[in-house]
């Protein structure tokens, strides 16, 4: 059976006055015994020292008018009264006949040891069972004086339970009160119980409106109570539930509304690796169902490596290109991430790589024809060129002039046509590299050497200042000669008279080599695009300088190529630093070769060096 409140506190006040009652019952009964007691006490201990104050006045000897005596004065005390000559015979007691008393003295000689003590003038008490009444009897007994002599004893006895009587009525009256004031605390209680319970009532209602999705239901309580409080606080509660709400629902339908606009798939899955979440570009991307929701991805999508990535995703973030199978075969570039432990699952997005690889596909391709259909004709043009120079004819200062100009266009377009097809084969993998140990030191020396003509016509100053304490980088030799020489050949160019310093020192688990120059610096607009093919600061005087626009996207392959990393940074007027870190030990990568080099002239150096 259920309670509601105001039965519990009905019940409550209830308990509580009668565990009071009861536990206040029993100490007053104690106490009232022992006061009642103690009057017995007072009260038997006066009336003995009256009886032996009479007994003392007559003379004592056995016989009847001591009994007399004894009879008399126990009428008067309402008590037994016994009369003990000096020697402790009895000559009296109230309670016995002659013929008993000398019965009794004779048999329970002895037996009476408060007696004797009076007899030796002192109070004596004691409490036991009597042979002539029924019951415990208390006794008092104190010694008859004449003068300071003791001359007899009188003795009072009254039953042990005396005060029984006037407890047993007190215990009456504490009863008709407690029930009294138990019916009065039930009266009150009800009372309370009611204005409490209209109070709780009202806010249980609203509370239950509230849990039912009701956010405009309020309490509006009245008064300053506890109550009122509660009830206020409840309708504050329920104010901020419902902005909460709105904003979360605000919230949701934007997100909502990105992730069904985003051209990227997304991809939600919890922490059992269930789908949680899809947006419509990758229902489209991976023809998934709406029913797909709830279910594992890999019995949707059966992708080994996709499920391997997922894998890696659960000790950080992972990324790669994928192809998925199908009515529509896509390439996809898939980045995993695991969200934290708290939330758990992963959030995956995709993104469809498909036609940018087939451009990449198309431009590497049109790249490596063009330069092959364009090398035999520029060969043959430097051919008739130096044979003009060689053979003259004409003005000889005109035909010098213009064949200089040929000259030099037909080595640029050479320069152009090799480096495309350097890039063509880094980026199509032909490179073979062969790892090893290479000091830094010993590397930027020879190239600052290999273009110590240039600087020295272009007034600039190549230091090589390599710590001591720089390992040695794990890299291909050849390709970190061309890396060194593509990079100090731009600070040369493009930095006549300035001081380009090339440093390298340790850096955990890595080599840091940097070229630093002291030149006019590049704008920030630039830095982002600096290693893109083609692409030049100053693109009237990179011509003008012989420059092809690719050196920088071929340090960039090249040094990506033997998992290294290169950053730029730049200041107008100050200079600009190239920074590149390179692995210091072996690593598990290595190059895939292909059969089948380039088949330019060992005479020109690529970029496998000379």
Not at 254 to 266: A, F, K, M, T
Not at 345 to 354: L, P
Not at 571 to 600: N, Q, Y
Request: aromatic share 2%; hydrophobic share 45%; charged share 30%.
């Amino acid at each position: 059976m259920k309670l509601g409140i105001r039965s519990k506190l009905v019940l409550a006040a209830v308990a509580l006055i009668a565990v009071s009652g009861v536990v206040g019952n029993a100490l007053l009964e104690s106490e009232l015994r022992s006061i009642a007691n103690g009057r017995v006490a007072d009260d038997l201990a006066r009336q003995a020292e009256l009886c032996a104050i009479d007994v003392s006045r007559a003379p004592l000897a056995r016989g009847v008018a001591t009994d007399a005596i004894a009879d008399a004065l126990g009428e008067a005390a309402r008590a037994r009264v016994t009369i003990a000559l000096a020697d402790g015979s009895i000559a009296g007691d109230s309670a016995l006949s002659l013929d008993e008393i000398e019965a009794l003295g004779a048999a329970d000689d002895g037996g009476r040891p408060e007696i004797r003590r009076a007899l030796e003038g002192l109070r004596a008490e004691s409490e036991r069972a009597s042979s002539v009444s029924p019951g415990r009897i208390r006794y008092l007994a104190v010694p008859v004086l004449k003068g300071d002599v003791v001359v007899g004893a009188v003795r009072l006895g009254v039953p042990a339970d005396a005060a029984s009587a006037d407890v047993a009525r007190l215990r009456g009256a504490l009863a008709l009160a407690a029930a009294v004031a138990l019916l009065a605390a039930v009266g009150l209680a009800l009372i309370a119980a009611r204005l409490v319970s209209q109070g709780v009532g009202s806010l249980a209602i609203a509370a239950r409106r509230l849990a039912s999705g009701d956010l405009e239901a309020r309490a509006r309580p009245d008064g300053e109570d506890e109550l009122a409080q509660l009830g206020r606080s409840i309708d504050d509660l329920a104010a901020g539930l419902r902005t909460t709400l709105r904003e979360l629902v605000e919230e949701r339908d934007l997100l909502s509304g990105i992730l069904d606009n985003l051209g990227e798939g997304v991809l939600l899955l919890d922490r059992d690796g269930r789908i949680a979440l899809v947006n419509p570009a990758l229902r489209e991307m991976l023809l998934l169902a709406r029913d797909d929701v709830g279910k594992h991805l890999l019995e949707v999508v059966r992708h080994a490596q996709l499920a391997d990535l997922l894998e890696a995703a659960k000790r950080g973030r992972a990324q790669a290109e994928i192809e998925v199978e199908g009515l529509k075969p896509r390439r996809v570039l898939v980045r995993a991430e695991a969200l934290d432990r708290e939330l758990g699952g992963t959030f995956v997005v995709f993104y469809d790589v498909t036609d940018l690889r087939r451009l990449e596909t198309l431009r590497r391709d049109f790249v490596a024809n063009a330069s092959h259909e364009l090398r035999t004709p520029v060969t043959s043009i430097r051919s008739a060129t130096e044979t003009l120079q060689v053979v003259g004819g004409g003005d000889p200062g005109t035909l010098e002039k213009f064949l200089g100009i040929v000259a030099r266009n037909a080595e640029r377009l050479q320069r152009l046509l090799e480096d495309l097809l350097d890039l063509s084969r880094i980026e199509s993998r032909e490179l073979e590299l062969h790892r090893e140990e290479v000091d830094l030191r010993h590397a930027a020396e020879r190239a600052a050497s290999l273009l110590s003509d240039r600087a020295a016509r272009a007034k600039t100053s190549v230091i090589v200042d390599v710590s001591d304490d720089a390992p040695p980088a794990w890299v291909d030799a050849r390709a970190l000669e061309q890396v060194l020489e593509n990079l100090l050949d731009n600070a040369i160019k493009y930095c006549p008279g300035a001081v380009v310093k090339v440093s390298a020192e340790a850096e955990g688990a890595s080599v840091r080599l940097e070229i630093a120059d002291r030149g006019p610096g590049i704008e920030a607009r630039h830095l982002d695009r600096l290693f893109e093919r083609f692409y030049r600061v100053d693109a009237g005087r990179s011509r003008q300088l012989g420059g092809t626009g690719l050196g920088l996207a071929i340090v960039k392959h090249l040094v990506e190529a033997m998992d290294g990393s290169i950053e730029v940074e730049s200041t107008i007027g100050v200079g600009t630093t190239f920074r590149m870190r390179f692995p210091i030990h072996e690593t598990d990568l290595s190059s895939t070769p292909l059969p089948a080099s380039s088949p330019r002239e060992d005479s020109v150096r690529g970029v496998l060096g000379p």
